[in-house]
């Protein structure tokens, strides 16, 4: 049971009917989302074994703070879009923290705000065993994930949500990852970031096209819905077929191993990606391919880094 005080919300733990009371905390984190933080670090820090002693505390403390950042991200995410009326019970694809659990969205805020000031004290500890940089371009990570929903104009309502995940999610959090074990930035490590950049952004478009029936009713001008539905899911389909390549390409290049085609297991995850999204019509419909396209994200990163291990 939930005792609420009049203001409609709750400030303190919520219960479950099913006394599951951690469970609505831990899905206001999304869960499901937070292997686009670990794969990124452990991408780099794979890259670094070839190279380097790998230092065991940095490698978690920037987990950790990739992790942070992450989950803030996503609780802005819920925030703002509760606050700009995107939101609703009968949403799919959300923590349902506020519309469903009743949590005040001021508590929804500062933990967001307490899990951004964690992540830079993990920075501070970085920096003091590697350059003080990182500090500098973690703070605009932060920044980045507080943009992506809040501010007068939010990242997630424009054309480039997809750009700047790739870029900040992928290619800055695996360079960070290797320059903090190695001391310096390589050609490899920059064409390595490459097709798990892509696909981190794919789950957004993934995301933005299940969405994008919603999105366009509040005046949002996602990539999505510039290209409709058909287009947007072709424009998805091109980003994998990318992805793929550009790897298959990092192998015959010489940048990585014939270790790293174990990561091509995952074509049947990205198929069922750009299946499930074909003649669908509600989010509801499209929900598991969206699922599907962060797990081709999952087991291709995952084999990635085995991958990078099995070659170092």
């Not at 019970?89 to 949590?103: D, K, P």
């Not at 705000?113 to 500098?136: D, E, H, K």
């Not at 999610?169 to 190695?182: C, E, P």
């Amino acid at each position: 049971m939930n005792i609420q005080p009049k203001s409609g919300y709750i400030c303190q733990l919520a219960i479950t009917p099913g006394g599951e009371k951690w469970l609505v905390w831990w899905k206001l984190l999304r869960p499901h989302t937070l292997t686009a933080s670990f794969i990124p670090v452990a991408i780099g820090t794979g890259m670094a074994l070839s190279v380097h002693t790998i230092d065991i505390l940095l490698f978690l403390s920037m987990l950790l703070a990739s992790t942070l950042i992450q989950a803030a991200t996503n609780i802005f995410n819920e925030y703002y879009d509760f606050i700009n009326g995107l939101d609703h019970a009968q949403s799919v694809g959300i923590a349902g923290t506020i519309v469903r659990n009743n949590v005040s969205p001021k508590t929804i805020l500062v933990i967001a705000y307490v899990f951004s000031g964690l992540a830079i004290l993990l920075g501070l500890y970085i920096c003091l065993y590697t350059s003080w940089w990182i500090f500098f371009i973690g703070l605009i990570c932060i920044m980045v994930g507080y943009l992506y929903s809040g501010g007068p104009c939010p990242i997630s309502a424009t054309p480039f949500g997809e750009l700047v995940a790739g870029v900040f999610m992928g290619l800055v959090i695996i360079l960070i990852s290797f320059f903090i074990q190695t001391g310096t930035i390589t050609l490899g490590s920059l064409l390595i970031s490459g097709p798990t950049s892509i696909l981190i952004a794919t789950i957004l478009m993934a995301n933005n096209i299940r969405d994008l029936a919603e999105d366009k009713a509040h005046g949002r001008k996602t990539l999505a819905i510039l290209l409709g539905h058909k287009t947007a899911v072709s424009f998805l389909t091109g980003m994998l077929v990318f992805a793929y390549l550009w790897l298959l390409g990092l192998v015959f290049c010489g940048f990585l191993s014939y270790w790293a085609l174990l990561a091509f297991t995952s074509l049947p995850r990205a198929l069922q990606a750009t299946r499930g999204f074909q003649a669908k019509t509600t989010a509801k419909q499209m929900r598991p391919a969206m699922q599907a396209t962060a797990q081709t994200n999952t087991i291709f990163g995952l084999l990635l880094v085995l991958a990078l291990i099995l070659q170092s």
